[in-house]
Structures are given as C-alpha cells and as structure tokens.
C-alpha cells in the first residue's frame, strides 16, 4: 500500500502546537512564511495550519497584512489557568517583599526548558527587557526549579544546548550539575550577571509535600543592593514569603508539614 505524507492525528495536534509556540517570544505579528521558516514546514502546510488555528480561536489574522497573532482562545484558556492555580492571589505577597526589600520580586513555573514568570513585577513592567520567558540553565529561578525538579523533569541532559547569555552563564552540562548540587545544598540559587549584565537575583523554591518545587521565586536587583553581607537577610525574607505563598497556591494535601 501505498505511503502518503498525510499527518497522523498526533502530528496534526503537535504541528498546532508548534504553531501556537511560534508567538512565545512575545514578538511582532507573524507571517505565514515567517512560521514556516521557524517550523521548517511548506508555506501551504503553515498555511493550513494557521487558518485552521483561526477558525478555532487560537490565532488571529490581520486583514490588512495577513499576519498572524494569538486569539482570544489562548486568552481565555490563560486566564483560566491563571485563576485555577490561584496566582491572582499572589499580588500582595509579592508586593510585600519588594516593598520591604527594595528588590523586584518574582513569581515563576517550570514551561520546557524554560523558566516562565508568571507574577510580580517584572510581568507587570514589560519595559524591563527581562522579559517572561528565560532558560531555566541561566536564571536563578530556573535553577531552583531544576535543583528540586518533578520525575520526569529531572535530566539535565534533556535541556539542549546551553547557550551562553553573558560571559557568566553556565554554558556546560558538568559545571551545570555541580551548580545545581550546590544549589540543592545551600537551599537558594543565585544568578549573578550569569543572564543580564549588572543583574544580581536570589531564588527560592515553593516546595509541595513531596519535595518538589512547583513555583519558584526571585528578588531581583543590582549586586550593589543584593550584596554578599546582606544576601542572609534577603533570603530570609524570600523564604518567609515562599512559605506564605505555599499556603495560597497549594492544595493542604500538598503542603509541606509545618
């Protein structure tokens, strides 16, 4: 019988998929060819795909240039999620510490090999440059999420190619692993300048009852402020946080015992 270059079912789901990660950047519109080109896909096979994704809600098409963006079904379904896990709850906690502190303080979840923000102030201050998306290998936050990492989650190797951000990211998977068993010891991570220059942030996790880290968090500023001489008291108050926030975001059967 003869083979056709038609997608299973499962194909088609994951090329949606990968269509809808296209926009993750948090970038311009997109044409057609630019998803093509990022997804090496046919222009007619992006095509299809896109208006596929139109028709459900999940993109956008701009009449006048014929590019793409996310729809009002990824809305609807991000915000779902958003108050299913009860972030909206977080604002004040968060607040809190950065007030107390003088430091940005951040909320983030493991997404792939990424770290995602997800609440504090870095999300609601998009001038920042930092962005909502990092690689978990280069940031304190992600750090923390692999150092206490779900089954599954837990293979270093898994991450790719570690990229270098700046002179200081960790960018081979042996000083990786020593890094994060240093992490696991000392019960915080530290990013220093290792994913912005001049940006020195300390991590924490939010660990269920299990051990495992199901929410990271950050206080963020400059090396000036967070100083080794005061990183003591920074990371008491982050860890008093962290505990509050376990309260808020985790099940009571989940919570680590008091």
Same mark, same amino acid.
């Given at each position: ?39 090496? @896909? %046919?222009? %007619? ?10 028709? +459900? ?36 906690? @968060? ?9 940005? +303080?951040?909320? +983030? ?28 290998? #280069? ?17 270093? %190797? ?51 009852? +299990? ?24 990371? #008491? ?22």
């Amino acid at each position: 019988m003869p083979r056709t270059n038609t997608p299973t079912g499962n194909q088609a789901v994951l090329r949606a998929l990968n269509v809808l990660h296209c926009f993750r950047d948090n970038g311009a519109a997109l044409s057609a060819s630019d998803i093509a080109r990022r997804l090496n @896909l %046919s222009s %007619s096979t992006a095509h299809r795909l896109a208006r596929t994704l139109v028709r +459900a809600g999940f993109l956008d098409q701009d009449d006048g240039t014929a590019r793409y963006r996310l729809g009002p079904s990824v809305v609807e379904l991000g915000l779902l999620s958003y108050h299913q896990r009860g972030l909206q709850r977080t604002g004040p906690e @968060l607040d809190h510490l950065a007030q107390v502190t003088g430091a940005t +303080a951040d909320l +983030a979840i493991r997404g792939g090999t990424h770290v995602v923000l997800v609440s504090g102030g870095s999300v609601r201050r998009n001038d920042t440059g930092i962005g909502l998306r990092r690689p978990l290998h #280069s940031t304190a936050l992600g750090k923390v999420l692999l150092a206490w990492a779900r089954p599954g989650e837990d293979d270093l %190797s898994e991450l790719g190619p570690l990229r270098p951000l700046t002179g200081r990211t960790i960018a081979d998977l042996p000083s990786l692993r020593a890094e994060i068993e240093r992490v696991r010891a000392a019960g915080y991570a530290i990013n220093d300048g290792e994913s912005a220059e001049g940006i020195r942030t300390l991590a924490v996790p939010l660990l269920d009852r +299990a051990g495992h880290a199901r929410f990271a968090l950050a206080v963020r500023s400059t090396p000036e402020v967070l100083t080794d001489a005061r990183m003591p008291w920074f990371l #008491s108050h982050a860890q008093t946080c962290a505990r509050a926030l376990e309260v808020l975001l985790l099940h009571p059967d989940e919570r680590r015992r008091a």
